[in-house]
């Protein structure tokens, strides 16, 4: 008889046996050895990230087994506790008290890179976490994830519009960065990362950056099967080829001169925004005149300006139709990109799931931007419960745009009058008490 050591097997039978393989394995498996550990960052076996749930403990890698899934108790418990903690945080110290394992510490700075680096990513769920908008910057470079089915940004409170509209961003590759993409990646960019557990009280998934000197004797690179390419170090050549970042601040709407606002003329109407929008915008500080609803602004331009990120993104109305820009700034240099609502020709969005529920900073402008340019033709589930700004104008041109929309799966606000008002499921957020909603307290 005659034995094979396992490292005497071929790249590629590994690489099947990795597939059998949780994240947590994966991780320790590539700390056995440099191959090891290129041969764990390959793009292919990490198409589902659930960064939360691994930090939970549950390493679960598969795609979501219920979609309706509410979480549990516990972890409700959890995340209550990080709040006193959060509140009971000495302001002064520079770490915060649950650094050990605290996900929203640890995982969600490196969100921005696992998007980048992850071009071929199907499912991702970020719910109840710190997420910003910044997160998704390169998406405004390289174009949203072309195979993204599933995102989960449920009780993502600081996402605002800006993440919809790169969302929205034509999932369509230039020519040169499909070419990138067939071609093998220069070694050095796979020793940019390196995967990492560390245990503690309760586990952790950490996405660390090497600080070590770089290894000098790469090993070799195979492609298994071009369809399946989603080899983290493509993005990282396309990044560092350029893009464009913002930094974060925090958003206010600002309408023309003399604009009436709707949630003057909703609260003669008696209608949800009555209370949701000035509870809000007493909590949030949102001017009662700034609501963010692109109705509002019924005139040539709707204005929305982010302080501190310096991006404005706005509508124009002209004989053209209706256009949409965006345009950022960081460092002093600008960008300008610019939707044109008439351009259908490189909608390719593979989307099936987008939960939004309890992201009360969106608004009809971040809806608007999804609608356009083919909007979402596969999208099956739908959850704005809690998004306090939007509007049955937003709604209504969100789902004239996603012909596949599951009522029973289309969620928003019960008070608002919108489509399929008699079959869409209603708001989810009414019993939730940590979600946004317009009933809290009620
Ligand atoms: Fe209005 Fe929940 S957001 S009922």
Redesign the pocket.
């Known amino acids: 008889l005659c034995s094979t050591h396992i490292s005497q097997l071929p790249t590629e039978i590994l690489l099947h046996l990795f597939r059998y393989l949780g994240p947590e394995d994966l991780c320790h498996c590539g700390q056995v050895s440099s191959a090891w550990s290129d041969l764990a960052k390959t793009g292919s076996l990490w198409r589902h990230l659930y960064p939360v749930r691994w930090a939970r403990g549950d390493h679960y890698r598969g795609p979501p087994a219920d979609l309706n899934q509410e979480p549990d108790e516990e972890w409700v418990k959890s995340l209550q506790d990080e709040g006193k903690a959060y509140q009971e945080w000495d302001e002064d110290a520079d770490v915060c008290p649950n650094f050990n394992w605290c996900c929203m510490c640890v995982l969600l700075p490196q969100v921005r890179q696992i998007l980048s680096l992850c071009p071929n990513l199907t499912h991702l769920d970020l719910t109840q976490t710190d997420v910003t908008d910044s997160a998704f910057d390169s998406w405004s470079s390289l174009g949203a994830c072309p195979s993204l089915e599933h995102l989960d940004l449920s009780g993502c409170e600081k996402i605002t519009d800006h993440t919809l509209k790169k969302l929205s961003i034509s999932q369509k590759r230039s020519d040169r960065q499909a070419k990138l993409l067939k071609s093998p990646p220069p070694i050095s960019l796979l020793d940019e990362r390196i995967l990492h557990l560390m245990g503690g009280s309760r586990q952790a998934l950490i996405f660390k950056q090497r600080t070590g000197t770089q290894r000098s004797s790469p090993s070799r690179v195979w492609v298994l099967d071009p369809s399946e390419l989603a080899d983290i170090e493509d993005a990282a050549e396309w990044n560092r080829r350029g893009g464009v970042s913002t930094t974060e601040g925090r958003g206010f709407v600002a309408t023309k001169p003399g604009g009436l606002c709707c949630c003057r003329r909703s609260r003669r109407r008696g209608l ?1 925004t009555s209370y ?1 929008t000035s509870y809000w915008q007493q909590q949030y500080g949102l001017g009662e005149a700034c609501c963010g609803h692109s109705t509002c602004c019924t005139g040539e331009m709707a204005l929305r300006a982010c302080g501190g990120l310096q991006c404005l993104s706005y509508t124009t109305r002209g004989s053209a139709g209706a256009e949409f820009w965006t345009k950022c700034s960081s460092g002093g240099q600008r960008c300008l990109e610019l939707y044109n609502r008439t351009d259908q020709s490189d909608a390719r969005r593979s989307l099936r799931f987008l939960s939004l529920s309890g992201c009360y900073r969106v608004t009809d402008l971040g809806l608007r931007a999804l609608s356009q340019r083919g909007g979402l033709p596969f999208l099956e589930h739908l959850n704005l ?2 998004c ?1 700004l939007i509007t049955e104008v937003g709604l209504q041109e969100l789902v004239s745009a996603c012909p596949a929309l599951n009522d029973e799966h289309f969620y928003y ?3 608002i009058n919108g489509p399929h008002a008699d079959t869409a499921s209603g ?1 989810q ?2 019993q939730c008490g940590f979600r946004a ?3 809290s307290g009620e």
């Open positions: 949800r949701s419960s809690g306090l606000c019960d008070n708001c957020n009414l909603c317009c009933r």
